[in-house]
């Protein structure tokens, strides 16, 4: 199964080959990436749909974002990087724990455990995918740009998250490293503590 169509080859470089668009290669792009994701997840019934800005998945259904007609190449070479993280997921996270903290309202706490918990499945996916680590790395590049790009306009918790996210995924390289000095004075002493903790994510048997 894994020669048909695995992360890292033929997902990426099936987007290239359909530059021009228009909503019939639009669709089967989509369609492509959700039988992807089935295959990947080993689910059957694993939708995917692209009526969102944002990534994510409540372990049966993965949202990822729109694309549209005129999606810069920097786009659809993310959508295999979006598209393993959220099955990643589905494959290694427990899906209970998250949604205990959101019903008790703390949101915050759910941001850090979704660091956390970031830094910890996709080594794992990595592992049982060799090409999704290729996948990840224009995911990285693009997440760059678009922090970047969309820096001053965050929140101070906004930019917390935003840095605390990229470290998850991508490592304390630069440009991460940077913004990371550039949190305000109330945000560093967690942001340190969180970073310490995605240390030894990768090592945490489980979610919780």
Known sequence: MRRCYHPGYSSSRKVQLLMGFGRPKIRLVENT????????????????????????????????????????????DAIPGFLDHEVSHILHSDFEVFARVGQAGQWKLHN??????????????????????????????????????????????????????????FGTSDPYTQKLAELEPEMMELAMTVEDLLVQAPLMPDTE
């Open 33 to 76: 990436q959700e039988r992807l994701a089935r295959i990947l997840t080993e689910k059957h019934k694993t939708k995917v749909y692209f009526r969102a800005n944002c990534c994510m998945t409540e372990g049966n259904i993965i949202l990822l974002p729109v694309i549209p007609a005129d999606a810069p190449q920097e786009f659809l």
């Open 112 to 169: 850090i455990m979704q660091f956390l918990e970031d830094a910890r499945h996709e080594p794992l996916m990595i592992k049982k995918w060799r090409g999704s680590r290729s996948n990840f790395a224009r995911t990285d590049a693009f997440g760059q740009k678009r922090m970047l790009e969309h820096w001053d306009k965050q929140s101070v918790w906004g930019k917390f998250t935003q840095v605390m996210c990229a470290i998850s995924h």
